[in-house]
RNA sequence: GGGAGCAUAGCUCAGCUGGGAGAGCGCUUGCCUUACAAGCAAGAUGUCAUAGGUUCAAGCCCUAUUGUUCCCACCA
């Protein structure tokens, strides 16, 4: 017996339990199927499903419910990253918490720690991601630092190396001061704040005065090895080459010139600092300027800022400032907002600082992957991501790739202290092998994560190794993913898969947006409008979330969340879980046939008429991923046709008393249920597959093929005569509505119609569906008496006599109402066919639709014109 | 500075290759009609941001403008 209402936390759990015991996730290697491989974008094993996530994934597993129901070897990849920045600052947490250090407890035993960690915490988001229904086969689930994926990332950095593609190099990098370590350009975020522009006088060192330079970091006035001025810039050519006297700590520094500063902004003269701040590293570079460290990698000043050593950057910025406000150099200070780059992961703002750090060179990668999508092998949807891909690539620089962590995959290479010598190599050496030493020192970085997970779509498949896996399932067929991840990873991925596999890693790469708040914010933990999808499913059920989600979005566009949306998709799905309760109540007990397709009423031509086309659509806006269209024409399809006409109709059949009508009415119901479920379960996969269980067919759904289009159903014009009937009955129900019919209260109906036996065929539909008590064929209206109202279709004249109900000014208002409809309908079609240029131009099918569509009008017109005539 | 998106009913948003403006929620009216009140029936509601242009025909294509959101770069 099922519930009276749709109880989702009944069913839910049970039958993913039952998917996963059934192995249906685990597709077969068949040669004589075509694989379909999505690899799911790994989330941390720090993180909590979120609303991102819950999309992301419900979107990648319509699409693979899909592609198994329509008879591909479909393989959807699982598996977690290791998150290494995220999860380090998760055990130093926990070892400040337990009065620890890392430097206290050591490599190793941090990395137990992690790994400890990993093992406790990392699956809770696979159970997270579960709850949603994700069809993920889990036999294969991988982790970023499990065997086999390290295996692969240790080969890639080999074989980079040896290709001369990563090198070590003194560079300026963007150092985290809270995390302790390099990060890459894709890692800052930029943070408009409001801050001041520092003007400070420089005196010369020959006493002429004194220039003005523009700053907004005071603090660094003490690692300044220069002063720099456009050549061009007519003001300082003279001073070019002179000295000046450093403020504070009275150091000589010259002025230089150069192109990097621009005319026309502040003072036109520029403090240039190479130790911290990247255009003048390179600045420094052309100069051959001295590199004075005055910022340590904690954030502090160092020896070298004198009296300041020992402060953090913004009290010694402030610090600066009094000294030199003491000492008559700041001339002004004015407000300016400006850009303060950010760690992403901890927020921090970013010291710039140049240090030795392991990059990948980008620029030989990165063509080729430019190529595979300016020539269509790798697809984005929408395409106008694609203008953000090309954008980054094209601009992009080398990548930093090491970072001063624990956890994470450690550089695999070593150092002969004795000799010099570097080693890079895919065993572990033992020995040097220029000098034999065999004291060797690993490098202690470890790799960005960033660098494992661009490796995914075929590490997780064996790579290196040449497995049966990598053959069959690579390249994947799909990514699905939100914008805001196309340069940490997407982009990633595809010049791996390229220089790695010879193969672009996937054909299409779906984007989609970020789920919003209420008032269309970015969700975030700091402002605490994040929405927990877990809430969500307890209280609504997966597939109510899921088909929240997915209704009404187009692709690409963010989704504003409203807990309004989920009550409505619930509703919708307690609407499918009764209209299915009825079916299947009905269905007890009878042997009910399959479909008869020589023994349909003009009613049961039209619901499956209206199937054909609803899957034609459905099918064809799953192959475009236009989702929210699919389930658009879905829930029409189902709450409009399937429950308020259809299953109305066949009432009356169930309720005869000859048992082969009642079972040819159920035969149908049937049959269009079962199509219904099995187009809808992609999209709510538990719903479906519940009320598949009552209905006993076969042992899952999962594992049905999807419905395709069957011309042989399609009966357009059983279809088009039934949709006149639905008129005439719409048109009843709206003369008792206005008239205020007491809806117990059975009226006769008078018909005037060309086609009687339509409509004598439809007579029990009509009979119930408008409490009608008998219906008379007449040939004028008096024979219908006085004290009617009427109203007219394109196939009928209607006359319902209603006695004292019958209010003669509503009456004729109403059908003033229709007038002027009809009327607007003439003007229409009368101006378009009047307009010489349409009617020579336009496709003739649609000139002759809209003649028909005048005459239907204009005879439509007729008719009320005469109805309101009885009123004078 | 460069680029992209969005602007449609009171709200949130669909609208496919140009061919009669849609949904959900909300609102009005009447209904517990034995699948469903998480429901049924009947309704009301729009200068499709503005101004031009292309076209027989524009919410859709083109140009400009305004407002708004985001991404990239980053000038002290």
Redesign the pocket.
């Known amino acids: 017996m099922m519930n009276?209402?749709?109880?989702p936390k009944e069913f839910e759990n049970k039958l993913y339990q039952k998917w996963t015991k059934g192995g249906y996730f685990t597709p077969e290697i068949d040669k004589e199927k075509t694989p379909f491989t999505i690899v799911i974008p790994p989330p941390n094993i720090t993180g909590q499903l979120h609303m991102g996530h819950a999309l992301n994934n419900t979107l990648q597993d319509i699409v693979i419910r899909f592609k198994r129901m329509d008879g591909f070897a479909t393989l959807w990849l699982p598996g977690t990253d290791h998150a290494s920045i995220a999860t380090e600052l998760k055990i130093v947490e926990q070892l400040q918490a337990e009065g620890l250090s890392k430097a206290k407890v050591g490599r190793e035993s941090f990395l137990e720690r992690a790994f400890l960690w990993k093992e406790k915490y990392g699956g809770r988001i696979v159970e997270q991601l579960k709850r949603l229904g994700s069809s993920c086969d889990w036999t294969k689930e991988a982790f970023t630092m499990d065997e086999k994926c390290s295996k692969a990332v240790r080969e890639v950095f080999v074989s980079l190396y040896e290709k001369g593609l990563i090198y070590r190099g003194y560079r300026m990098t963007n150092w985290c001061t809270s995390c302790g370590t390099a990060i890459s350009?894709a890692e800052i975020e930029?943070d408009e704040k409001p801050s001041f522009?520092w003007h400070i006088k420089y005196p010369y060192t020959d006493g002429s005065g004194y220039m003005v330079?523009?700053?907004?970091?005071p603090e660094t006035i003490l690692g300044d090895t220069a002063v720099a001025v456009n050549p061009d810039d007519q003001r300082y050519i003279s001073v070019v080459g002179k000295t000046m006297l450093l403020p504070i700590i009275n150091k000589e520094i010259p002025v230089i010139a150069d192109h990097?500063?621009?005319l026309g902004?502040?003072?036109?003269a520029?403090?240039i600092t190479p130790a911290h701040?990247?255009?003048d590293f390179e600045v420094g570079e052309r100069h051959n300027l001295e590199i004075v460290t005055v910022i340590d990698e904690n954030g502090i000043m160092n020896e070298n800022a004198a009296k300041y050593k020992g402060m953090t950057v913004l009290e010694c910025r402030k610090a600066v400032v009094d000294d030199l406000k003491e000492l008559g150099l700041i001339e002004k200070i004015e407000p300016h907002t400006?850009?303060v780059?950010e760690c992403y992961r901890c927020k921090t703002a970013i010291e710039p600082r140049p240090c030795e750090q392991w990059f990948v060179k980008i620029e030989s990668l990165a063509k080729p992957a430019i190529d595979v999508v300016r020539k269509g092998e790798t697809k984005f949807i929408p395409q106008?991501f694609e203008?953000?891909y090309f954008?980054?690539m094209e601009?992009i620089k080398d990548w930093c790739i090491s970072r001063q962590l624990w956890w994470g995959h450690r550089i695999p290479c070593w150092y002969c202290d004795k000799c010099g010598e570097m080693i890079v190599s895919r065993t572990d050496p033992d020995y040097c092998p220029k000098c034999q030493n065999d004291k060797l020192r690993q490098d202690e970085d470890v790799l960005d994560t960033w660098f494992s997970s661009a490796l995914w779509p075929f590490s997780t498949l064996g790579y290196p190794d040449k497995t049966k896996e990598l053959e069959y399932f690579y390249p994947t067929s799909l990514l699905v993913t939100a914008y805001?991840i196309i340069?940490f990873w997407v982009a990633r991925m595809i010049f791996s898969g390229i220089e790695h596999m010879g193969k672009t890693p996937f054909p299409e790469v779906l984007i989609h947006g970020i789920v919003r708040d209420e008032k269309?914010r970015?969700m975030s933990k700091s402002l605490g409008n994040g929405v927990d999808p877990l809430i969500l499913i307890d209280k609504y059920g997966a597939d109510s979330l899921r088909f929240s989600l997915t209704t009404?979005?187009?692709p690409g566009?963010?989704i504003?969340f409203?807990e309004?949306?989920m009550?409505?998709s619930?509703?919708f799905?307690?609407?499918l879980w009764?209209?299915s309760?009825?079916v299947i109540?009905n269905l007890e007990g009878k042997d009910v046939p399959p479909l008869d397709r020589d023994n349909l009423t003009n009613a049961d031509k039209w619901i499956l008429t209206k199937l054909q086309i609803t899957i034609e659509e459905v099918r064809k806006?799953l192959e475009k991923y236009?989702f929210?269209?699919s389930l658009?024409k879905l829930?029409d399809f189902i709450?409009n046709d399937y429950?308020?006409w259809f299953?109305?109709l066949t009432?009356p059949m169930l309720y005869s008393q000859d048992h082969s009508v009642k079972l040819r009415a159920l035969s149908v119901l049937k049959f269009v249920l079962i199509n219904i479920l099995k187009l809808m379960h992609p999209f709510v996969p538990f719903i479906t597959e519940e009320i598949w269980q009552n209905l006993n067919i076969s042992p899952t759904i999962m594992l049905e093929s999807y419905p395709k289009y069957d011309k042989t159903l399609v009966d357009l014009d059983a279809f088009d005569s039934f949709e006149a009937i639905k008129e005439i009955i719409?048109k009843i129900?709206?003369i008792r509505?206005?008239m205020?019919v007491p809806?117990t209260r059975k009226c006769r109906l008078f018909v005037k119609t060309a086609n009687v036996d339509a409509i004598k065929n439809a007579r029990v539909y009509i009979e119930k569906l408008v409490q009608v008590l008998e219906i008379n064929f007449v040939s004028d209206k008096e024979q219908a008496g006085n004290k009617v109202c009427q109203a007219v279709t394109a196939s009928a004249e209607i006359y319902i006599p209603l006695g004292e109900l019958v209010d003669f000014e509503k009456e004729k208002a109403r059908i003033n109402k229709e007038i002027e409809k009809v009327t607007a309908?003439i003007k229409?079609?009368q101006s378009?066919l009047n307009?010489a240029?349409?009617v020579a131009?336009?496709?003739k099918k649609?000139v002759d639709s809209e003649r028909e569509?005048l005459e239907k009008?204009t005879a439509l017109l007729d008719k009320l014109n005469l109805q309101l005539k009885d009123f004078d």
Do not use: Q
């Open positions: 009276k209402t749709f109880e350009d930029y522009l330079v523009a700053t907004t970091r990097y500063v621009e902004f502040g003072t036109g520029v403090k701040d990247p255009n400006h850009n780059g106008r203008k953000t954008n980054w601009n805001d340069f269309g970015k009404g979005v187009a566009g963010d504003r409203s309004d949306k009550e409505s619930r509703n799905m307690n609407k009764n209209a309760r009825y109540m806006n236009e929210g269209l658009a829930y709450w429950c308020d299953i109305e009432k719409v129900r709206n509505a206005e205020n809806p309908e229409r079609s378009m307009n240029g349409f131009k336009a496709p649609l569509k009008h």
